[in-house]
């Protein structure tokens, strides 16, 4: 079952919007990393996220983490048609012997 | 430092054969990870590789297997496909583990008709 769920499945927004995706899961976790995927390739790293940290910035992505209510945003600020793309969120769980867990994801598309 | 390499990158195979897939890792990496990615169910962990050891293992069946060599090139197996198994296929590199920031590949396409 997957530990990370997106919010909203699908998103369409001009250029120069912002965009925010949420991330919600279910158990403890260590950390929490987003994932961007561009249509049928490999996943690139964006940014990650420790339990004891509540906010993250690099570049035009924020990303937030409420661990009392299991939940993490991403916010894209200022989008370019180049952001275009599938966004997911991947939690590390306590538990020994689990890899990252990936959500189904969320699919962006800006639009010039 | 080069990226995460995967070859092939297409394949077309037909129900009851079996498939090899390979994965070179970014050099100085020594976990390998292996995912299924299909529209249901999404990103699906398979198994990861650290210094030619299984360290961890997803919900597969036992058709999918795999191995780590020496050079931690990685070899993911596929025997007796069934059209379900139609997926990309990504495998992923970290230095520590399947836990760390992984860096994927470009993944395998596979298609079992």
């Known amino acids: 079952s997957q530990q990370g769920e997106e919010d909203p499945q699908a998103l369409s927004i001009q250029e120069g919007e912002n965009a925010t995706m949420n991330c919600s899961y279910k158990t403890s976790i260590n950390n929490l990393q987003w994932y961007r995927q561009n249509s049928g390739r490999g996943l690139v790293h964006l940014i990650l996220i420790r339990s004891n940290e509540r906010e993250k910035h690099s570049g035009r992505l924020r990303v937030t983490l409420d661990t009392s209510k299991k939940s993490s945003s991403l916010l894209i600020t200022a989008s370019r048609a180049a952001d275009t793309a599938s966004y997911f969120c991947?939690?590390?769980?306590?538990?020994?012997?689990?890899?990252?867990?990936f959500g189904k994801g969320t699919t962006l598309s800006v639009s010039s | 430092k080069a990226g995460v390499t995967q070859t092939p990158r297409y394949l077309i195979k037909t129900r009851g054969q079996q498939v090899t897939l390979s994965c070179s890792p970014i050099?100085?990496?020594?976990?390998v990870s292996w995912y299924q990615q299909t529209p249901g169910q999404g990103l699906q962990f398979l198994f990861e590789?650290?210094?030619?050891?299984?360290?961890n293992k997803g919900n597969f069946p036992g058709r999918f297997s795999g191995r780590q060599f020496s050079n931690s090139r990685s070899e993911m197996n596929v025997s007796t496909l069934e059209l379900g198994d139609s997926a990309l296929y990504l495998c992923?590199?970290?230095?520590?583990?399947?836990?760390?920031?992984?860096?994927f590949g470009p993944g395998t396409r596979l298609l079992v008709l």
């Open positions: 991947a939690t590390d769980a306590h538990q020994a012997g689990t890899a990252l867990i």
């Open positions: 050099s100085g990496h020594r976990s």
């Open positions: 992923a590199s970290s230095f520590g583990g399947s836990k760390e920031t992984q860096y």
């Open positions: 590789y650290f210094s030619e050891t299984q360290r």
